[in-house]
């Protein structure tokens, strides 16, 4: 069955320390992953997306992520962290082919940022 | 560019009560996806609409339904609420032309069931 865990369900940070969240994925298929981020109270915004080609995808806001096919894994990383960047942050396999696209989401990973 | 826009933002119903949510696509989409964000959980694909008909459906009972409309704005239906249907509602617009296509999302509705 298709799947995403996220295995970290909170995690703190100081400011300008670095980051990594992770994220494992059950799919079949080649997968198509994604990171978005959700504020409080707010939708959800495309951090980065990996379809093909180069494992080390880079996004918005400095973040990066690495598609790692043995591990089935595809990790969040950003070398420092800004205040700004405390939200949720959920992981997703697109389950694409024949009619429905969707997305599989994780459970989400809460980042808080200490001063 | 209009990205997606959802409408209420907020809404309080109790239960038994029937619901309606709106969802206007961004532009240039065909396609909108619906998902149910429970607290403290990711979200969960209700339905797909492509075209103006159900392109998919998640693990969802009948009593949630959906149309989209010509303009491809689209509405989720949700009938004889429930306390766990109390969640925030996420409307995503896609273009489908190919096996791939990227979901936009909107703000949202959270929607209260007392």
């Known amino acids: 069955a298709q799947s995403v865990t996220q295995p970290d369900i909170h995690i703190t940070v100081s400011e300008g320390a670095s980051l990594e969240l992770r994220c494992n994925y059950s799919y079949g298929a080649t997968p198509y992953l994604f990171w978005y981020v959700q504020s409080p109270g707010q939708g959800l915004q495309l951090l980065l997306k990996?379809?093909?080609?180069?494992?080390l995808v880079q996004g918005i806001k400095g973040f990066e992520a690495e598609f790692k096919r043995s591990q089935s894994s595809f990790n969040l990383r950003k070398p420092s962290v800004h205040w700004s960047d405390a939200a949720e942050y959920f992981c997703a396999v697109g389950a694409y082919g024949g009619a429905t696209n969707k997305l599989i989401f994780g459970t989400g990973t809460l980042l808080a940022v200490q001063p | 560019e209009t990205g997606v826009t959802q409408s209420p933002t907020h809404l309080i119903k109790t239960r038994g009560q029937q619901v309606t949510l709106r969802c206007s696509s961004q532009s240039g989409h065909n396609t909108v996806s619906w998902y149910q964000q429970a607290l403290g959980q990711g979200p969960q694909f209700i339905f797909q609409?492509?075209?103006?008909?159900?392109?998919g459906r998640g693990n969802f009972p009948p009593r949630f339904s959906g149309l989209q409309f010509p303009n491809y704005s689209s509405e989720l239906n949700v009938n004889a609420l429930e306390l766990d249907d109390s969640a925030l509602y996420l409307c995503?617009?896609?273009?489908?032309?190919?096996?791939?296509?990227?979901?936009?999302f909107g703000p949202g509705t959270r929607l209260t069931v007392l």
């Open positions: 995503a617009s896609s273009l489908k032309l190919s096996e791939v296509d990227e979901q936009f």
């Open positions: 990996y379809f093909s080609g180069d494992t």
């Open positions: 609409y492509y075209r103006e008909e159900e392109n």
